[in-house]
């Protein structure tokens, strides 16, 4: 019998998540049995979504109740197996059983790997729901034309910043927002975007956006809603289009389901909204992550991490995920 350690959601977080709405625990994992194998974890994701079921508000996402373990992807290496198809040394990507050191598996949900393409944190990230999810904003939504300007909020996060850039490869001009003077000079000096503006120092960021888009924004990436989304509808074109995948800012409230206060601005100006997430676009993973790969393998595509250490790491990691302080995918090496 071997131990493990996992997160527990200890207490359901009001407004922001602290440390004490979390708690890691030491439990035992059986040595496997006939069809099973042991999974020890090399790395886990964070991501804004694992927010929702710690709400309290059903949705997409069923309501996770304290003393809970939290999910999301990671990738490890079979450690021990008696199942003849995950022999010990193969990788094995999950979708649900990060938050953990290691864990038993009959190898349903998993993805087994002889080899990696790269480095093993990629595939919680580009070669992940990240890469799935900017691929289909911008390839399968948006399909941004040479000439149109893009808006994307959140810019120098995980989706945020390979959308600018499949964006660019596109030919669109791509205007974003970031949180810090650090992440601007990045988006502009590494990845190449037109204009980039601090949000928490700019002001009024219709004034800005009008300064960049004086004839108003063809289209627009948002997974961060709220003000930003507001923002946006009155600067967009009449006949804009936008895609939604996400509310981070209403995400710690007791509502992440709140619309814009001036949802008419969609009447008004004919404003397509179109709401996607990941999962439509999972069929094609194999073209998307060898499309992304190739970019990046190639230097068209910038791709960057940061990266914490240890399961006990976790929460401060995803806590500060939520704040903005990653630059790029946050990651946890376990």
Not at 93 to 120: F, I, M, N, Q
Not at 255 to 277: H, Q
């Amino acid at each position: 019998m071997t131990t493990s350690r996992e997160v527990r959601l200890a207490h359901r977080p009001v407004g922001a998540p602290t440390l004490a709405d979390f708690s890691i625990v030491s439990v035992e994992t059986p040595t496997p049995s006939a069809g099973q194998f042991l999974v020890r974890n090399q790395y886990m994701s964070v991501d804004p979504y694992m927010r929702l079921p710690m709400s309290g508000q059903d949705g997409v996402h069923a309501v996770m109740d304290a003393g809970q373990a939290l999910t999301g992807a990671s990738i490890g290496i079979v450690e021990q197996s008696a199942h003849p198809d995950w022999p010990v040394g193969c990788w094995a990507v999950s979708g649900s059983h990060g938050w953990r050191d290691s864990y038993l598996s009959d190898g349903k949900g998993l993805t087994r790997l002889e080899t990696l393409a790269g480095p093993a944190s990629l595939y919680v990230g580009l070669l992940g729901l990240i890469g799935v999810t900017a691929f289909g904003g911008v390839e399968g939504v948006l399909k941004p034309q040479p000439g149109q300007t893009l808006f994307v909020s959140g810019a120098a996060g995980a989706v945020g910043s390979v959308v600018c850039q499949l964006a660019k490869i596109r030919g669109a001009r791509v205007i974003g927002t970031a949180g810090s003077d650090e992440k601007v000079a990045w988006l502009k000096d590494e990845l190449g975007i037109d204009e980039a503006v601090n949000y928490r120092t700019a002001g009024d960021l219709r004034s800005v956006l009008k300064t960049f888009a004086p004839e108003g924004l063809d289209l627009m990436f948002d997974n961060v809603g709220g003000d930003t989304l507001e923002a946006t509808l009155d600067t967009m074109k009449f006949g804009g289009h936008a895609a939604l995948c996400g509310a981070i800012a209403l995400y710690n409230s007791d509502n992440y389901r709140a619309g814009p206060a001036n949802f008419f601005t969609v009447i008004e100006k004919c404003i397509r909204l179109e709401g996607f997430n990941a999962g439509p676009y999972y069929p094609r993973a194999g073209e998307i992550f060898s499309f992304l790969g190739g970019l990046l393998e190639s230097g068209k595509l910038v791709w960057r991490e940061t990266v914490r250490e240890g399961i006990d790491a976790a929460p401060q990691a995803f806590i500060d995920m939520m704040a903005g302080a990653n630059i790029g995918k946050m990651v946890v090496r376990l």
